[in-house]
């Protein structure tokens, strides 16, 4: 596992990262309440905020990178169908464009175990964007891009025990609670490849961006970086 991983797996960092990793359950079902931090001052509840998803959403990108990708401008939506709730707070769509990067669709498809190892089948190249290789795993792909993966490097395809040619499919341990497809993605296991629909919205209810948080604690880092942004305006 690659150092980066390590150190962001860390228990005592007490962070949610994209790896099927036992400790990621641990954090999971141990994580306090994020909200009901009454004794805490805003400032503080946003620093947390901004600390917890972006341990989650980062991909091992830097401040002053995400600085540069982060858009002050959301959707406003205030619509309701019916009975029915209006949509999440769109400050969960802040990290929507992250989901456009290659080794987040590697992940997303469960052709890898973790971001990680997504970083690694790319930079190695396992990994082709509309049938030629594409060796950057940060590279954010267009709507309608194909991605495929060669299937021996997938991680849940193994040859047989008799030899044969076909890959037989082989569940890694604890890999079952990220085993989920995002509305925006469209995956053909049988060809192992993804196509790139759209990037995320919000829908009556839900969110499509996959995140262990809470729209209102995304809410919280969204305040954070627009102030961190005005403060750099005003320099």
Known sequence: MPRKAEVSLKLSRKLIALSWNPRNLYQLATKKQLLDERHKTLFQKMWKAKRDTRGYHDASTTERQWLRMFDAQLPTLSLKFGAQASHPNTASLMYACMERRLDFIVFRSHFASSVWMARQLIV??????????FP?????????????????????????????AVLDFA???YQQPWMFIPEYLEVNYNTCSTVFLREPVTKPGHTEVPSPYPPEFHALAYRFYQRRGRTRKQM
Do not use: Q
Request: proline share 12%.
């Open 124 to 133: 190695h190249g396992k990994v082709k964007v509309n049938g030629k290789k």
């Open 136 to 164: 950057y795993p940060s590279h954010r792909v267009k709507d309608g891009d194909v991605v495929s993966v060669d299937p021996e490097a997938v991680a849940t395809l193994k040859k047989p025990a008799d030899g044969g």
């Open 171 to 173: 569940p890694l341990p």
